[in-house]
T-cell receptor, first 116, second 107 residues
Framework: GAGVSQSPRYKVAKRGQDVALRCDPISGHVSLFWYQQALGQGPEFLTY????????KSGLPSDRFFAERPEGSVSTLKIQRTQQEDSAVYLCASSLSRQGLNTEAFFGQGTRLTVV | DAKTTQPNSMESNEEEPVHLPCNHS???????IHWYRQLPSQGPEYVIHGLTSNVNNRMASLAIAEDRKSSTLILHRATLRDAAVYYCILSWGKLQFGAGTQVVVTP
């Protein structure tokens, strides 16, 4: 498909387990964003990539969260030693714009993470 | 970062216009005004954006105040499919979402 693809759609993890969430952006999109959305809240910014460079990681809540985009296309968000408060929907978005979002951003459907 | 203020919820009858207000009194000169909407169990979807001039597209219109301290998203004829949370966002580098406005459309 032509849209942003995220996998898995649903993930249940035991507390303390490590998880990896994948994002396939639209081909050729330079900018890639990760967001965290708790139930009933708006999405919260986590991190931003321009190609393979992680230019902003100010929203990552702790050092248990790590994101990478090694070849400037697919990105992975990794959460180590998951905690119950990590339960949320994780959204990925991509955009053609190099300078940020003065153009349209396309979002995936998200990965719903439940930590038990 | 500049913030936006939106009503928590709005109701509209089907096929009537919906005017969604947004205040952004601390907007800077480089901030674009973006609107996204999020249907249940979906990722956010782009609606429209603008800088200074009013904008129209197939989904909606965006009216921007002359001083840019407020804007209004206009859905010309609400349908049941327009029921969603609508977010007004300012950005130059990244989208910062608030709580948005829950739009309820009544048949």
């Amino acid at each position: 498909g032509a849209g942003v693809s995220q996998s898995p759609r649903y993930k249940v993890a035991k507390r303390g387990q490590d998880v990896a969430l994948r994002c396939d952006p639209i081909s050729g999109h330079v900018s890639l964003f990760w967001y965290q959305q708790a139930l009933g809240q708006g999405p919260e910014f986590l991190t931003y990539f321009q190609n393979e460079a992680q230019l902003d990681k100010s929203g990552l809540p702790s050092d248990r969260f790590f994101a990478e985009r090694p070849e400037g296309s697919v990105s992975t968000l990794k959460i180590q030693r998951t905690q119950q408060e990590d339960s949320a929907v994780y959204l990925c978005a991509s955009s053609l714009s190099r300078q940020g979002l003065n153009t349209e951003a396309f979002f995936g459907q998200g990965t719903r993470l439940t930590v038990v | 970062d500049a913030k936006t203020t939106q009503p928590n919820s709005m109701e509209s009858n089907e096929e009537e216009p919906v005017h969604l207000p947004c205040n952004h009194s601390t907007i800077s000169g480089t901030d674009y005004i973006h609107w996204y909407r999020q249907l249940p169990s979906q990722g956010p979807e782009y609606v429209i954006h603008g800088l200074t001039s009013n904008v129209n597209n197939r989904m909606a219109s965006l009216a921007i105040a002359e001083d840019r301290k407020s804007s209004t998203l206009i859905l010309h004829r609400a349908t049941l499919r327009d029921a969603a949370v609508y977010y007004c966002i300012l950005s130059w580098g990244k989208l910062q979402f608030g709580a948005g406005t829950q739009v309820v459309v009544t048949p």
